[in-house]
Every structure is written in structure tokens, then in C-alpha cells.
């Protein structure tokens, strides 16, 4: 009756990979899991090491960043045996009781495994791992982007974002026509952090995004260019085409928004670099890019982040988003 | 008119193993003649030569020697390779799939292309290097067909395979660095390379993040899709997963995304850009340890222990055609570690063990089907039967195999369409091997004995008889045997001596289509 009761308890508190504030457990507990064990031979790379990297440690880790814990409680460590031993009965109540990881999943034979481990006292030696060399933390600009719906008139929707960071400032307005079946972009708008007007790029027609029956684009653009006079605009006519260019620096298309439109690594792809790295913004198309006058024929291959703005419901229809689970 | 097919159940070996001996088989256990069968199939493609069953015959006790000798054959890298590709699934990949680029390639390339990753395998059994070279290896296998499938500098040695270090900037790091892995395994803009991370835990650490019980239920509305992205960082059922996929994900920016419209060549190309991009998606980790790119994941799963574990389990279940529990498991993984983490050492603790001479019929796998039945009928293995056998999706559908996309795994279980593969593989090659083999200098004949191809006489063909037998099922029979009464009734009816070309062709297609010839 003891153990469904802590069953319960824990079952309630848990929740992400952390909320691991239970209270520590009472010497009675320890003694029903201090079960007779048959320890010899057992070892932390065989026994315990691989339960833990498989279910613990991506939470559980003192290596990497708070923020990447999902919620595991700091200093509840579980990537070295020694770690482990420093909340010895802790881990073992929580593995008894299920609930860690606290979506459970741990098949029973595994979980047997590593209790019998645990109550073993976590025996063995640590492993040792090479040297890693941390990537650099991501350039938080890349993940400064606010956009907000700023109005939804007569199917046209207006979405206004702005940019930190690297590009020292960016914010743009994009006017998009939505109907219930497709969706175009009108235009780009950006002023840079100071406010100042930097380009505008008008699609006539509107660029669908959606349909695949579109066969030509001219774009219009406008941009400040600056010479010995001084600050001019000037303006540009051109066309979607496909270019030689491989492995283009995405960060150098941010920094020149105008040029939206481009390819990536793997060629025939269009991105529309609509932002940084994470929200709205990372548009992706797949098609037979051409000259102006060929066809050009689009599908799209997906966004890396989606509308998320609670006042913007893109009308049609974004199954298609399931894509972003493993297949 | 086929008369002698049907050999019965009992048909087995006449092997005088009747001696008491320390290695005779126990109960439930193969004789020592089918244990050097099976160990030779498995080990080398072929089956065991007539002076090995001779000696086997003699002396049972000979068998483990000649077993373990198996191991050192320059065959059995191929084998293994073969063996790997029940993990990874690249090898017939490149035809499955319908993508445009794809289709492009010859079949060369494809075929090329396919077991690129396989390769690796190769060269690590057949240099002896440690496992863990299949993720840090700063070389990779390059054919000519796979670089101009690629677009890359042809090292010049045909379909040979050469190692050749990589002409871009992608971290080496084995087959995490293999373009032939990711374009099999891609990615495309909306799943972050979550498919790519779950490859690298099934394929390394037999551990499919599918599996579990809290894998991602798919039915979800579109408005619990959208909050998609929030929810795996948040949400416990999904953190079960995306705790350690994710981070593990955010390494693999670098590789194309999938394409229907770029040339193949260009979603070949590794981007540095792309990559550090996708490491701001997420902090690239392996499950807790921060690491910095694919040369450092490498060496970080190398040095996990479940990757160990995970390649002796690839190796050992792969030979013993059947999931291993955790328990059967150790003596092989033990086997790694003690070796060295040499496959070849484990290949020797899986071929003697108890485990492994247990007498239940396996289903030949198809690449040693191919193998066997070309050395045994002396054709090259190079020829296009043996090449459809392997490589044609038709072919290899129809006898149940996998086509490493749609339907990735063999089917072992006997079927119609394995009858139906083997009509047409023994029509295909039964009279062309028999001519190829008359043509030979007497002395180099393997179908013919002594004296002028197609006897008539029945003391020479129950000879003949006798010895396809042991060829093409590693039986050792007596000319008396009931097995070769039958065969030289059937040899009568189909033309007997007024037409011994058909007589002897129809007989060498009977014992083609004999279903031992598929178990062993």
C-alpha cells in the first residue's frame, strides 16, 4: 500500500524531465529497495551507463546548459556514476516509482536492469570520454525575431517582424493575400534598427506560394544604395533564376535582404529568408527554378517554424506539418 | 517431367560422425558436416570445398578449425557487409527510391551508391581495424561509379573500392560523414534532421527512438501540430524522445535536404554554413555531452557502450538470422571487448557457440545464395543471373528479399515467389554452366569428372550425381544412395543417353530448385 501511495505522489509531481523536487526518501524506503541483490560483476558501463545515456543523462547532465535541461533540477546529474551515487536513493525511488522519465517508456526488463544496479550501491568505474569541444553557442540573433499579424483586411494578412543581431537591426513588413485555397506574398518592406527605409520588394504578381500554377514572376525591388552623393534609391527588375551558387552563407542573405530570393546548398531550392533561424521565417521550395519565360514550378517543401501568432490562422491546409517528427 | 524433387525429410548428410567425439554435436545441435556449411555460407558465400567435407567427414573434430579459419577469409568482409545492411539499409536503396536524381544514375552507380556504407564495413574486417572505425574513420570507401554517380574525383581503380578522403569540409567522422548514409536517411525543411538523429541510434546503438512507448502519436489535429515545436521541448510524452534526439539532430544541418528536383551531385555537398545553422536550431549533444561536430560525435559514440554492444548485436544477429536476448548477447559483446573490438573476433565466438550450431533451417541470405551457387557451378558471380539475384528489384522481390525502402527487411518465410525466383535462376544457369564447365580443360572441370562431359553410362553419371550433390548441398552421398536413384531416374525420363544434354540440363535444374539449397 506504501509503494501505490509514492506511485501516486510522484505520478503527480512530475513533469518535463525535472521536477525532481520530491522529498528525499524516508530509511523505511530504503530498506524495501535494499532488496538482496546479486551484485558480482555488475558494472556502470555495462549495467548502469547505457540505462542512463538512453534515459536520463540528455536531461540529466552537468555538461550542457541550463536551458537545454528541460526542467531537470540543477545538480541532479546522472551522466557519471558519481553522479549517480550523489543521489543514490533518490534515482532509485524514482525508477520504482516509474515516473522518471516522467512519460515512463522504460521497458521493464531494462528498468529491472538498472534497479538492480542502482540497489547494488551503482558499482563500477567511470568511463572515460574523449575531449569534446563544445559548438560555439548559436548567435543569439539568429533567434531574436518578433513577428506579429499586424492585420488581416479583405484576405490580405500584414505581418510585421523585426530583427536583432548580426544584420544590427532589421525590421520588415510583408503583405501577404490569403485566400482559402492559396497564399501570395505581396510584398517586403524593411527599415533597418534606426528606422530608416531600406528596401522594398514588390511581387507582381503576388508570388503564391501555394499553387504550382504561377509561370512568371517579375520582381520589383527598391533599395538604398550608397555612393559619393550620398543615400539614393534605386530600383531593380528581376527574375527567379537558378544560379550556380552552392553552399550560400544563409547569414549573408539575411544581410542583404533584397535578396530573398535564393538558393540553398542543394540547389533548385528556394528559400525565402524571411527572418532568423526558428520562428516564421525559413520558407523552403522545391522546383524547376528558370529563366524568366520557363515554367517554374513550385512545391513547398515546408517552413522551419510555423505562424505561431494566435491571432493569424493560415486558411488551408498544413497536415503537412507532421513532417516535422522523425519518419 | 520432374520426378526426383521431392527428396524426402530424411534425406540429410551420411556423415560418419558415429565415433564418439569431444565436438560431436549435442542434442538439437547441427552435425559437424552442416555446422562447416553453415559457418562456410555465412562466413565465406560459399560452401564448404570437397576436401573440407572430406575432412569434416573423417574426423568431425576437424570442423572448428576449418570454421575458424573461415574468419580469415578474404570473403567474409563482403559477408559482413552484407550482414550490416539488415542495420543500415542502403544497399538497394538508391533503386527503391523514385526520386528524380536518382533516377539519373546507371545501375552501377546506384548499386554503388547503395553500398558505399557497406564497404566501410568491408575494409574493417578485412584490415581487422576496431568497429569503431565505422564512426570515426577519417576515410571513406570511393568507387569510380560512386564518384561520377557524386560528382567526385575518380580514383581511378573501376568498381574497385579505394579509400579516399573527403573532397569537402565535412568533419570525417566514418559513415556519419558518408553521403550515400544521409542522402538514403534525408531530411527535408520541416524535421530538423530528426530522422537523421534517430539513424544514427538505430543504426549504432540498435536503439529506434520509434520504439518506445511514448513515441509521438501522429494523429493530431492541426492546431496541436502548430504548437508542435513548443511541445517537444516541453512536453514529458514528447521529451522522452526529443530530449536526446534533438540535440543529436542539430549536428546533421550540414547535408542536403531531400530534393526531388537537384541533380544528385548537388545534394551531395556538405555545407559548413548549413551546419553551423542548424546547430543555433539546438545545442548539438549527445545525450548530455556537448559535442561540437561530427568528428566529435563520432568519438563520442565510439566511446559509448552501447555502441559496442550494438555492433556485436548487428554481427551476431545477422549470422544467427534471429534477434538475440540481451543474455545471448554477452559471450559476443564479450567477445568484442575482449578482442579488441574486432569483428573478426566476434565473428569467432558467434560461429562456436552453442547458440550458433543450433539445428533450426535458416533462409541463405541473398547475397550468399548468389555467391554459392556461382562458385558451385563455377560461373563468375559477376554474371548477369548471379548481379539480378542480388541488385533487380524484381528479382529480389520475388524471392522474398528486402528492397532496403518500401520493404526493407527479407522475407524468410517460404513462399511462391521464392519457388517462382528459383524456376527462373535454375533455367537461367543450368545449361550455360554446364557448357562453360565442358569447355574447361578436363582436369579443371567442377560438374564433370574424369572422361567426356554428358556421360551416358550410369556408373559415371551416378558419379556425376554424387558430386553435384555435394556441390550444391554439401551432401556427401553414396552412389547408392536413394537421393541418386531418384536423380538417375529423373536423368532416364528427361532424354536419358538420346539426349543427354537435356537429360543432365533438366537434372542440374532440378537439384537448382531443391529447397535445401535455400536452408542450412
Not at chain 1, 192 to 201: C, F, K, Q
Request: glycine share 8%; charged share 25%; proline share 6%.
Amino acid at each position: 500500500m506504501r509503494q501505490l501511495t509514492l506511485i501516486t505522489l510522484f505520478g503527480a509531481l512530475a513533469s518535463g524531465c525535472g521536477r525532481d523536487d520530491v522529498e528525499a526518501p524516508t530509511d523505511d524506503t530504503k530498506e524495501d529497495s535494499a532488496l538482496p541483490q546479486d551484485c558480482d560483476g555488475l558494472t556502470w558501463e555495462r549495467d548502469g551507463l547505457p540505462e542512463m545515456l538512453t534515459w536520463c543523462a540528455a536531461c540529466h547532465s552537468s555538461l550542457i546548459q541550463p536551458e537545454d535541461r528541460a526542467g531537470a533540477p540543477l545538480g541532479v546529474d546522472l551522466e557519471s556514476v558519481a553522479g549517480v551515487r550523489q543521489h543514490l536513493d533518490r534515482v532509485i525511488l524514482r525508477i520504482e516509482a516509474g515516473d522518471m522519465p516522467p512519460a515512463g517508456g522504460v521497458p521493464e526488463a531494462e528498468r529491472a536492469r538498472l534497479l538492480q544496479w542502482l540497489r547494488c550501491g551503482a558499482p563500477g568505474d567511470e568511463v572515460v570520454w574523449p575531449t569534446t569541444t563544445p559548438a560555439d553557442a548559436p548567435d543569439e540573433s539568429w533567434d531574436q525575431e518578433e513577428a506579429v499579424v499586424a492585420g488581416d483586411t479583405a484576405g490580405q494578412v500584414v505581418i510585421e517582424a523585426a530583427r536583432l543581431g548580426w544584420t544590427d537591426g532589421l525590421a520588415f513588413t510583408e503583405v501577404w493575400r490569403v485566400t482559402t485555397t492559396e497564399a501570395s506574398l505581396v510584398s517586403r518592406e524593411v527599415w533597418d534598427s534606426t528606422g530608416a527605409w531600406v528596401s522594398l520588394i514588390s511581387f507582381e504578381p503576388p508570388l503564391t506560394l501555394w499553387r504550382a500554377d504561377q509561370t512568371e514572376w517579375s520582381i520589383a525591388t527598391e533599395r538604398l544604395t550608397e555612393d559619393t552623393t550620398g543615400l539614393t534609391a534605386v530600383e531593380e527588375e528581376w527574375s527567379v533564376s537558378l544560379g550556380p551558387a552552392i553552399d550560400v552563407d544563409p547569414r549573408s542573405l539575411e544581410a542583404t535582404p533584397e535578396a530573398i530570393v535564393a538558393l540553398s546548398s542543394a540547389g533548385d531550392l528556394l528559400e525565402l529568408h524571411l527572418g532568423g533561424q526558428g520562428q516564421l521565417i525559413r520558407r523552403v521550395y522545391s522546383g524547376a527554378f528558370a529563366v524568366e519565360g520557363e515554367e517554374l514550378d513550385m512545391t513547398h517543401l515546408g517552413n522551419t517554424e510555423l505562424f505561431t501568432s494566435a491571432d493569424f490562422q493560415l486558411p488551408i491546409d498544413l497536415k503537412w506539418r507532421a513532417k516535422v517528427m522523425v519518419r | 517431367m520432374i520426378v526426383a524433387c521431392g527428396v524426402p525429410p530424411a534425406d540429410r548428410p551420411l556423415t560418419p560422425e558415429a565415433a564418439p567425439s569431444a565436438k560431436a554435436p549435442g542434442e538439437g545441435q547441427l552435425s559437424a558436416i552442416a555446422w562447416l556449411t553453415r559457418a562456410s555460407l555465412d562466413l565465406r558465400g560459399v560452401r564448404p570445398s570437397a576436401s573440407e567435407l572430406a575432412a569434416v567427414a573423417a574426423d568431425p573434430d576437424a570442423a572448428e578449425a576449418l570454421i575458424l579459419g573461415f574468419v580469415d577469409d578474404a570473403r567474409f568482409a563482403e559477408r559482413a557487409a552484407w550482414t550490416w545492411n539488415d542495420r543500415l539499409h542502403t544497399a538497394l536503396n538508391f533503386k527503391s527510391t523514385t526520386l528524380r536524381g536518382y533516377q539519373e544514375l546507371s545501375d552501377a552507380q546506384k548499386e554503388a551508391a547503395g553500398f558505399a556504407p557497406l564497404a566501410l564495413v568491408a575494409w574493417i574486417v578485412a584490415e581487422d581495424q576496431p568497429v569503431t572505425a565505422l564512426v570515426t574513420n577519417t576515410t571513406l570507401p570511393l568507387n569510380d561509379d560512386l564518384a561520377a554517380a557524386f560528382g567526385l574525383t575518380a580514383p581511378g581503380q573501376g568498381a574497385d573500392w579505394v579509400m579516399s578522403a573527403h573532397e569537402d569540409a565535412r568533419p570525417p567522422a566514418g559513415l556519419l560523414s558518408s553521403a550515400s548514409l544521409w542522402l538514403v536517411v534525408d531530411g527535408d525543411a520541416t524535421n530538423h534532421n530528426r530522422r537523421r538523429a534517430n539513424a544514427v541510434s538505430t543504426m549504432f546503438l540498435c536503439d529506434d527512438f520509434l520504439s518506445r512507448e511514448a513515441a509521438f502519436d501522429f494523429d493530431l489535429s492541426v492546431e496541436e501540430l502548430a504548437a508542435m515545436e513548443e511541445a517537444v521541448r516541453t512536453q514529458p510524452a514528447c521529451l522522452t524522445c526529443h530530449a536526446g534526439l534533438d540535440p543529436l539532430a542539430a549536428l546533421f544541418g550540414g547535408f542536403a535536404e531531400r530534393s526531388d528536383q537537384a541533380e544528385l551531385s548537388r545534394l551531395t555537398v556538405y555545407s559548413p554554413w548549413r551546419a553551423e545553422w542548424a546547430m543555433g536550431w539546438r545545442s548539438p549533444a549527445y545525450f548530455g555531452r556537448p559535442v561540437g561536430n561530427l568528428t566529435e560525435l563520432g568519438a563520442t559514440l565510439a566511446a559509448d557502450p552501447r555502441f559496442g554492444r550494438c555492433a556485436a548485436r548487428t554481427l551476431a544477429e545477422g549470422l544467427i538470422g534471429e534477434p538475440l536476448s540481451d543474455e545471448e548477447l554477452n559471450p559476443y559483446h564479450d567477445a568484442l571487448l575482449d578482442g579488441g573490438l574486432s569483428l573478426r573476433a566476434v565473428a569467432r565466438a558467434i560461429v562456436t557457440s552453442d547458440r550458433y550450431r543450433r539445428d533450426d533451417e535458416r533462409a541463405l541470405p541473398i547475397d550468399a545464395l548468389s555467391s554459392s551457387l556461382a562458385n558451385a557451378l563455377g560461373l563468375s558471380a559477376e554474371g548477369e543471373t548471379f548481379l539480378s539475384l542480388i541488385w533487380s528489384l524484381e528479382h529480389r522481390r520475388l524471392g522474398g528479399g528486402g528492397d532496403d525502402h518500401t520493404a526493407p527487411d527479407d522475407v524468410d518465410e517460404p513462399g511462391v515467389g521464392h519457388a517462382l525466383r528459383d524456376a527462373w535462376l535454375a533455367r537461367s544457369v543450368a545449361a550455360l554452366a554446364l557448357t562453360q564447365d565442358a569447355d574447361r580443360a578436363p582436369e579443371s572441370r567442377i560438374l564433370w569428372i574424369a572422361g567426356a562431359p554428358y556421360p551416358t553410362d550410369e556408373v559415371t553419371a551416378r558419379q556425376v550425381l554424387v558430386r553435384w550433390r555435394q556441390r550444391l548441398l554439401s551432401e556427401q552421398l553414396s552412389q547408392s544412395d536413394p537421393s541418386i536413384d531418384a536423380l538417375w531416374a529423373l536423368w532416364s525420363a528427361a532424354g536419358g543417353a538420346a539426349d543427354p544434354e537435356a537429360a543432365w540440363t533438366t537434372c542440374l535444374e532440378a537439384l537448382l530448385r531443391h529447397p535445401m539449397g535455400r536452408l542450412y
